[in-house]
């Protein structure tokens, strides 16, 4: 089955510069890759997605990277403010619907 | 829209004992999951729904058992609690269509003494 590792478990970043979130997935017949943001007390929450046909997506300070060929896709945070610290989970899907989630990394930006 | 509830929010449990955690959803979606959360690691699907009356086993389904009536409605039953049960416990759904969101409720903590 798929399996997917998510790199740094920890990193910490001063306000204003980028973070970057690296995951790599294992079955080739995954086709749908989003991310979501969890704070403190809640459940996870999408900030974006990617599908297999795409090799980039932005929304504002967030970009999505896919590399079908290496099997990874990574998150990037530019101008990273306070409120962008939370753990982020990177996740898997084929066509089962089923997501198979990375184990998280937390993220702290320092004022 | 409510979205995705959850109850309880807490609950501590001793070991051999049975509860239900309840999801609601208000979306008509018609995929809802189970999800556990352990301390420091990613979600672990339990247990899915595609519909009223078809559910089915995720990664980690030994201890869990779930139902679906209704499209609102999937509750998660433990029987026998074990401290290995000890989690957070998430409920999601989404509408169905390949890559849709799933939309997450705010989780229930569980403790097994």
């Known amino acids: 089955g798929e399996n997917v590792e998510q790199h740094p478990s920890t990193l910490s970043v001063q306000e204003g510069d980028s973070a970057v979130i690296k995951c790599t997935y294992s079955?080739?017949?995954?086709?749908?890759f989003p991310w979501y943001k969890q704070e403190l007390g809640k459940g996870p929450q999408l900030i974006i997605d990617?599908?297999?046909?795409?090799g980039e997506k932005k929304d504002q300070r967030i970009a999505v990277t896919l590399n079908k060929t290496a099997k990874h896709f990574s998150l990037h945070i530019t101008e990273t403010q306070p409120e962008d610290s939370a753990v982020y989970f990177c996740?898997?899907?084929?066509?089962?619907?089923?997501?198979?989630f990375g184990s998280g990394t937390r993220l702290l930006v320092r004022p | 829209n409510a979205g995705v509830t959850q109850t309880p929010k807490f609950r501590i449990l001793k070991i051999g004992q049975s509860m239900t955690l309840q999801c609601t959803q208000d979306?008509?979606?018609?995929?809802m999951y189970w999800y556990r959360q352990d301390p420091g690691m990613g979600l672990k699907l339990i247990y899915y729904?595609?519909?009223?009356?078809?559910?089915d086993k995720g990664e980690v389904p030994n201890g869990y058992n779930v139902s679906r009536s209704t499209t609102e409605d999937f509750p998660l039953r433990l029987e026998l609690a074990a401290p290995s049960q000890t989690s957070v416990y998430f409920c999601?759904?989404?509408?169905?269509?390949?890559?849709?969101?799933?939309?997450f409720g705010p989780g229930t903590r569980l403790t097994v003494l």
């Open positions: 079955d080739s017949a995954s086709n749908y």
């Open positions: 979306m008509n979606h018609n995929y």
């Open positions: 990617i599908r297999s046909n795409v």
């Open positions: 999601a759904s989404s509408s169905g269509r390949r890559g849709d969101e799933q939309f």
């Open positions: 729904s595609v519909g009223a009356g078809i559910t």
């Open positions: 996740a898997a899907s084929d066509s089962s619907y089923k997501l198979i």
